[in-house]
């Protein structure tokens, strides 16, 4: 089963930069699309915020617009890992970055999280 394993938040300035990782591991013969979403503080797992997607067979990619401009996803299959680029950082764009992955077999994969904060 593939598990997900997010890293590269921390606590940044407003108009600053940062870049997640998401390794995946375990064996799936499947191909998976791979995405990112957010949680903002005081919401709920149902107020996740869909934030970028990439396809995982023609690699086309996908943006909210509140990121759009501003973030970019990208994937290494030689290293099973699938990155966010984060430029122009808001204050609003504090959050807990999740990391997924999913296809028409399954459910969707989540991994752990990791917090972004950037500060005013």
């Known amino acids: 089963q593939v598990q997900l394993q997010e890293s590269g938040g921390g606590l940044v300035q407003t108009g600053g930069s940062l870049r997640l990782s998401c390794t995946a591991s375990?064996?799936?013969?499947?191909?998976?699309?791979m995405g990112w979403f957010r949680q903002a503080p005081g919401k709920g797992r149902e107020g996740r915020e869909w934030?970028?997607?990439?396809?995982?067979?023609?690699?086309?990619?996908f943006y909210a617009d509140s990121v759009k401009g501003r973030f970019t996803i990208s994937t290494d299959t030689a290293k099973n890992t699938t990155y966010l680029q984060m430029n122009s950082l808001k204050p609003e764009d504090t959050a807990v970055y999740y990391c997924?992955?999913?296809?028409?077999?399954?459910?969707?994969?989540w991994g752990q999280g990791t917090q972004v904060t950037v500060s005013a």
């Open positions: 997924t992955a999913h296809n028409n077999i399954g459910p969707r994969i």
């Open positions: 934030v970028a997607e990439i396809n995982g067979r023609n690699y086309e990619t």
């Open positions: 375990g064996h799936s013969p499947n191909i998976y699309d």
